[in-house]
C-alpha cells in the first residue's frame, strides 16, 4: 500500500531533550514535506525538500532540522525542543509534475 | 506571499442538503489545487486534486471547481450526510518561477456539521 509513515504518533518529551520524528514513504516520490498544525493558525510549512541532499526552509523553520540521506526518508529534529513547539505534525510526500501531496497519520508532540 | 482564504469558517445543515465550501488563492501562479478532509486529531484524507489547467473534479458525490484567473475554488458535497461531518481544507501548490520552493499553502478549513 502506498503511504507515508510517521513514527511516533503520540510523543510526550520535557524541555531540551532532543528528539527525532521519523517519516519514511514508499513511493518513490522526490518531494518531501513537514508541516504543523496549530488551532488558529492552521498547517505551516516547516522544511521541504526536493530530493536527495536537497532541502530548505518553509515558513516556520525555527527550532527544528532536517535532513535527506535516502529518497525515502526525511527526519524531523528538534535539538532543544520548547513547550511552543507542542504541536500536531504532518509529513507528507509527492511525486513529479504536478501531483497531489499524500500525508502521514500525523505526530502529536507536548513537551512539558 | 500566497494566502489562502476559506469561507465560511463553520457551517451547520440538516442531512440531505446540498452545500458548498468556498476556497479563494491571492496568487493565480499555482500548480494545483487540493481539497482535503480532516476528522477530530486524524490526519488530512485527499479528496480531490485539480491541475492548474483543469475547471473541476468529481468524486462520488463530491465536485470540486477550479477559476485559476479569479483564485477561487468551490467544493460541492451532494446530498449531505452525518458521515460528511469533518473539517475541510483547501491548499494550493504554489508555482515559482525557475523552480526554488515547494509545498502547500493551506486555508484555515471550513469545519462542517451535518445533523441527522
Known amino acids: 500500500e502506498a503511504q507515508v509513515t510517521q513514527n511516533p504518533r503520540y510523543l510526550i518529551t520535557v524541555t531540551g531533550k532532543k528528539l527525532t520524528v521519523t517519516c519514511s514513504q514508499n513511493?518513490?516520490?522526490?518531494?518531501m514535506s513537514w508541516y504543523r498544525q496549530d488551532p488558529g493558525l492552521g498547517l505551516r510549512q516547516i522544511y521541504y525538500?526536493?530530493?536527495?541532499?536537497?532541502?530548505d526552509k518553509g515558513d516556520v523553520p525555527e527550532g527544528y532540522k532536517v535532513s535527506r540521506k535516502e529518497k525515502r526518508n526525511f527526519p524531523l529534529i528538534l535539538e532543544s525542543p520548547s513547550p511552543n513547539q507542542t504541536s500536531l505534525y504532518f509529513c507528507?510526500?509527492?511525486?513529479?509534475?504536478?501531483?497531489?501531496?499524500?500525508f502521514g497519520s500525523g505526530t502529536r508532540l507536548t513537551v512539558v | 506571499k500566497q494566502e489562502v482564504t476559506q469561507i465560511p469558517a463553520a457551517l451547520s445543515v440538516p442531512e440531505g442538503e446540498n452545500l458548498v465550501l468556498n476556497c479563494s488563492f491571492t496568487?493565480?501562479?499555482?500548480?494545483?489545487l487540493q481539497w482535503f478532509r480532516q476528522d477530530p486529531g486524524k490526519g488530512l484524507t485527499s479528496l480531490l486534486l485539480?491541475?492548474?489547467?483543469?475547471r473541476e473534479q468529481t468524486s462520488g458525490r463530491l465536485n470540486a471547481s477550479l477559476d485559476k484567473s479569479s483564485g477561487r475554488s468551490t467544493l460541492y458535497i451532494a446530498a449531505s450526510q452525518p458521515g460528511d461531518s469533518a473539517t475541510y481544507l483547501c491548499?494550493?501548490?504554489?508555482?515559482?518561477?525557475?523552480?526554488?520552493?515547494?509545498?502547500?499553502?493551506f486555508g484555515k478549513g471550513t469545519h462542517l456539521i451535518i445533523q441527522p
Open positions: 507528507a510526500s509527492r511525486g513529479p509534475g504536478p501531483q497531489g501531496y499524500t
Open positions: 513511493m518513490n516520490h522526490e518531494y
Open positions: 525538500s526536493m530530493n536527495v541532499e536537497v532541502t
Open positions: 496568487d493565480s501562479a499555482i500548480y494545483n
Open positions: 485539480i491541475q492548474s489547467s483543469q
Open positions: 491548499a494550493v501548490l504554489f508555482m515559482y518561477s525557475g523552480g526554488g520552493a515547494d509545498g502547500l499553502t
